[in-house]
């Protein structure tokens, strides 16, 4: 019996230490980001992006995949009691993106977003703008798909040009499939 109280009374500091170590993690995002009833609050004012998206992950547990090339940048957005999904779209626009898949759970529930890379100009100078990009061919779309397939065995330069080539091909089916693939494979990569 003494020995169990002697293990109690030695154990229970660590135990009300790692609660306190959670909930002091939980508190120190909470000035960034709030969830509470599936609606969201952010204020980023000037806050780096990895940041911002390490503070989305640690309150929503949604993860959301960027480029590297976001390291330098920041985000400025606030939003006030949002639905979730509209967040995430804001969220991930703010920071410089309009391309990116959804990745849902089992149950049909939000689980994390890829970024697919850097948003198109928002005005295009037609004396600039070069010829239409052609849509996938049934070549094309196999080739890439056994490209992203092999996704952890391509060098850096094999995957930007796998990217930017899913940035440019024209909406279609073949497209979406594509980039649910691509997405599979940078989770997988990330893991």
């Keep these: 019996m003494k020995n169990y109280l002697t293990a109690g009374i030695l154990l229970a500091p660590l135990a009300a230490a790692a609660a306190f170590a959670q909930s002091v993690d939980e508190d120190f995002y909470q000035q960034w980001v709030n969830i509470k009833d599936g609606e969201v609050s952010v204020a980023f004012n000037q806050t780096p992006v990895q940041f911002a998206l390490d503070a989305f992950h640690a309150k929503t547990g949604f993860n959301i995949v960027v480029p590297a090339s976001t390291e330098s940048k920041t985000v400025n957005l606030r939003l006030h009691r949002q639905p979730f999904e509209p967040a995430v779209r ?6 410089g993106y309009d391309n990116f898949a959804m990745v849902y759970d089992q149950k049909g529930r939000p689980h994390s977003a890829v970024v697919l890379g850097a948003r198109a100009p928002a005005v295009i100078d037609a004396s600039n703008s070069a010829a239409p990009i ?25 995957r930007g040009r796998i990217e930017e080539r899913l940035r440019k091909v024209p909406p ?8 649910r693939e691509y997405g599979r494979q940078l989770l997988a990569t990330n893991k």
């Design 172 to 179: 279609s089916e073949d497209r979406e499939i594509l980039v």
């Design 134 to 158: 052609a849509p996938l061919t049934i070549e094309e779309r196999d080739r890439l798909k056994k490209e992203i397939d092999r996704w952890n065995e391509l060098k850096q330069e094999e």
């Design 90 to 95: 804001s969220l991930i626009s703010t920071i």
